[in-house]
């Protein structure tokens, strides 16, 4: 079924609608810290007409056949659409962080950077990231780069996800 863009969309909205939606798939995930997992993960966009989408995922940690072991990270947040294809990203994780991110979509892709992390006392070191979100094929691929606990930023996440 192909995508419609929803008939109230804000045009400053236009260079993200193809993320609209609930996006289900598999990823891959690799830090030098922690030892390499596969994961399940549900992404899902909406919105209201008005320039931001809220952002909710949920993923979960898979064995090697496939099957669920347990509950991963959850995040949520706003993706607020500016002028120009510049987007803003205000996130949070049950892990004990708030970020903000700062980026530009277009062309099938979105592409963002942490400005400001924060933490709970209990939380992790974390210093910050870069996403890139594409349209490949009419699926969502993304990769996340991470500094975090003493390491440079480099590559911990990428999933494929198929719109649901």
Do not use: C
């Not at 990823?27 to 549900?42: A, L, V």
């Amino acid at each position: 079924m192909p995508f419609e863009l929803p008939e109230n969309l804000h045009p400053d909205s236009g260079p993200i609608a193809w993320m609209l939606g609930t996006w289900r798939g598999n990823g891959h995930g690799d830090y030098p810290t922690i030892e390499p997992f596969q994961f399940g993960q549900e992404l899902i966009f909406t919105h209201d007409g008005r320039p931001f989408f809220h952002y909710m995922s949920r993923a979960w940690i898979l064995d090697d056949q496939g099957q669920k072991v347990r509950d991963a990270a959850i995040e949520t947040g706003f993706v607020r659409a500016r002028p120009n294809g510049k987007v803003e990203v205000l996130l949070t994780h049950n892990t004990g962080f708030v970020e903000i991110w700062y980026g530009h979509a277009g062309d099938g892709k979105l592409e963002i950077a942490t400005d400001a992390v924060a933490r709970t006392e209990s939380a992790k070191e974390y210093t910050g990231g870069k996403r890139l979100y594409g349209n490949v094929e009419g699926d969502l691929l993304y990769a996340y780069d991470m500094a975090a606990v003493g390491q440079e930023l480099q590559p911990h996440l990428w999933a494929r996800l198929q719109r649901a």
